[in-house]
């Protein structure tokens, strides 16, 4: 279990250039580094339910990214440092950073 | 006639007859199950935002707990996803969108806007988010940071917004009559 607070990196992975697949995890987030927030409960492996396979309860996270670590600095929008997008991922999507 | 020419209205009552043949939903849990969907909306919303501004146990239970807390106020919420609830404070402003699909908390929001489920709320809720709900007017002071919340898996969310000043002294239920549908999402915030 990932305790608050734990820097992590989301998978920089593309299975859907492998294949048919149903993911729960955004591009933009792929491969960018992020912080635990809290566990908010074990749920079955959408990637799994999505093809009526059976599916392991997997460890669903809220990770915080900070805002600027996810958009270029190029942008035509500002992205003050203290904003943050909150999202919901799946342990085995997270790597340690 | 095969089932691709049918109209939508044969189809469903096969589908219906398959589901009870089969043992999977019969008419009674169908009509029940559309029965709670219909009942959900932003009023049911606007009332736990009301009770949380005069209740602070109940505020504690909605932020730690949102689907036993609707459900303290007659919300019907079994067989639902988790609801999580997020508290905006003078220090942070969050904004509510599913840039995969759809997600939302329909038994307190009931059915999404139509701009909800548009490609441009959810391409620049993540990535202009000030810009876009200054479109609503909302304009947040520079010391507010703002915090997207991407529904992306199995919790809906909905937001908490801050009550407005000039309420003192209001009713639950005066209160619960300001809180608009955007104000759960982020988009908006409510007025006096």
């Given at each position: 279990m990932l305790?608050?607070g734990?820097?992590?990196?989301?998978?920089?992975?593309?299975?859907?250039t492998r294949g048919?697949c149903?993911?729960?995890t955004p591009?933009y987030v792929r491969?960018?580094p992020g912080?635990?927030v809290?566990h908010?409960?074990?749920?079955?492996?959408?990637?799994?339910?999505?093809?009526a396979r059976?599916?392991k309860p997997v460890?669903?996270?809220?990770v915080r990214?900070?805002?600027?670590?996810l958009?270029?600095?190029?942008?035509?929008?500002p992205h003050?440092a203290?904003?943050?997008?909150l999202?919901?991922l799946?342990?085995?999507w997270?790597?340690?950073a | 006639?095969?089932?691709?020419?049918?109209?939508?209205?044969t189809?469903?009552a096969?589908l219906?007859s398959l589901l009870?043949a089969?043992?999977?939903?019969?008419a009674?849990e169908?009509?029940?199950?559309i029965?709670?969907?219909?009942?959900?909306?932003?009023?049911q919303?606007?009332?736990?935002?009301a009770?949380?501004w005069?209740?602070?146990?109940?505020?504690?239970?909605?932020l730690a707990?949102?689907?036993?807390a609707?459900?303290?106020l007659?919300?019907?919420?079994r067989?639902?996803?988790?609801?999580?609830?997020v508290?905006?404070?003078?220090g942070i402003h969050?904004l509510?969108?599913?840039?995969?699909?759809?997600c939302?908390?329909?038994a307190?929001l009931?059915?999404?806007?139509f701009?909800?489920?548009?490609?441009?709320?959810?391409a620049r809720a993540?990535?202009?988010?000030?810009?876009?709900?200054a479109?609503?007017?909302?304009e947040?002071p520079?010391?507010?940071?703002?915090r997207?919340v991407d529904?992306?898996?199995?919790y809906?969310?909905?937001?908490l917004?801050?009550?407005?000043a000039?309420t003192e002294?209001?009713?639950?239920a005066?209160?619960?009559a300001?809180?608009?549908e955007?104000d759960m999402?982020?988009?908006?915030?409510?007025r006096a």
């Open positions: 305790s608050a734990t820097p992590v990196r989301v998978r920089l992975d593309w299975p859907e048919r149903h993911i729960r591009h491969g960018r912080e635990i809290r908010l409960g074990d749920f079955p492996n959408p990637e799994d339910l999505a093809f059976p599916a460890a669903l996270y809220h990214f900070r805002q600027a670590d958009w270029p600095a190029a942008d035509p929008w003050p203290g904003d943050e997008i999202i919901e799946y342990e085995h997270l790597e340690a | 006639m095969t089932w691709r020419e049918a109209d939508s209205a189809l469903l096969g219906r009870a089969k043992s999977i939903a019969s009674d169908i009509a029940e199950r029965r709670i969907t219909d009942g959900g909306g932003p009023a919303g606007a009332r736990m935002v009770k949380a005069t209740d602070p146990d109940y505020k504690a239970l909605m707990d949102g689907a036993r609707a459900e303290l007659d919300i019907p919420m067989g639902l996803p988790p609801l999580g609830v508290e905006n404070t003078p969050h509510v969108v599913c840039t995969l699909c759809s939302y908390p329909r307190v009931g059915y999404p806007p701009w909800f489920k548009s490609a441009a709320y959810r993540v990535r202009d988010p000030r810009g876009l709900i479109e609503w007017g909302t947040l520079a010391a507010t940071a703002i997207v529904s992306t898996a199995d809906r969310w909905m937001v917004p801050m009550r407005p000039g002294g209001w009713s639950e005066e209160l619960a300001i809180v608009r955007g999402i982020g988009v908006t915030r409510p």
